[in-house]
């Protein structure tokens, strides 16, 4: 996933028209976010984490964005990201209209899981 945006800002004729609808389905403690390796790779061997994961019980872990980290990572304001938890994740089907959603009423739009 990160890769394909780092690909994509990257090969467009004009980057500045993208907007990235992300629909991720995680085990929030054991998967690393897509944007959380976007940023790291692209944001210039920074090594940029934009996560701060904290353990509030054995079974419980809060993930919050640190926006200052936010700040340097490239394009992350034209990614328009919705996470689900793993137990809520209905499937790839679910995933593209709610993706289709968060884009709002984009021009053309090409999905792709």
């Not at 990614?79 to 289709?100: D, E, F, Q």
């Amino acid at each position: 996933c990160a890769q394909t945006l780092i690909d994509l800002f990257a090969n467009a004729k004009d980057p500045d028209n993208i907007v990235v609808g992300l629909v991720e389905q995680n085990y929030e403690t054991d998967d690393p976010f897509c944007l959380e390796l976007y940023c790291k790779q692209a944001s210039e061997g920074n090594n940029l984490d934009i996560y701060l994961r904290m353990t509030i019980r054995q079974d419980t872990t809060k993930i919050m964005a640190q926006h200052p980290q936010r700040e340097h990572c490239p394009r992350i304001d034209q990614i328009r990201k919705l996470a689900v938890h793993n137990i809520a994740a209905k499937g790839p089907t679910w995933a593209r209209s709610l993706g289709r959603k968060v884009l709002g009423n984009e021009e053309f739009c090409l999905q792709i899981d």
